[in-house]
């Protein structure tokens, strides 16, 4: 299974991103995808996951409010709508996803699968 995320770029604070990201496998079924990001220096965070069956979310505070994530299971896709976005959102996002149950949806160690990680750059 191989995740391929896009949309990252360079956008002003107060602007908006959309970012993607497509699995690949013709039998492969999530049960739960996410995205996570990275800034330089810091460790890397949850920023938001859905749950494939019931497109069920959850966020992390720093972004509630102003992040989407949505999926198209017809397109094998996820997404996350970036808006209202801040300096502090400058990172680079990466996709993950797990095939079943594998813990707590904010821990990476709970997603088998990731994408290669895509840069999202917020200007002052």
Not at 90 to 105: L, P, Q
Request: a positive charge; aromatic letters at 14%.
């Amino acid at each position: 299974v191989q995740l391929q995320a896009s949309g990252g770029g360079l956008v002003q604070a107060g602007g908006s991103l959309r970012l993607s990201c497509t699995h690949s496998g013709s039998t492969f079924s999530p049960y739960r995808m996410g995205w996570f990001r990275q800034a330089p220096g810091k460790e890397r965070e949850f920023v938001a996951t859905i749950k494939w069956s019931d497109s069920s979310s959850y966020y992390a505070d720093s972004v509630k409010g102003r992040f989407t994530i949505s999926r198209d299971n017809a397109k094998k896709t996820m997404y996350l709508q970036m808006n209202s976005l801040k300096p502090e959102d400058t990172a680079v996002y990466y996709c993950a996803a797990s095939r079943t149950y594998r813990g707590s949806y904010y821990l990476s160690n709970s997603y088998e699968y990731w994408g290669q990680g895509t840069q999202v750059t917020v200007s002052s």
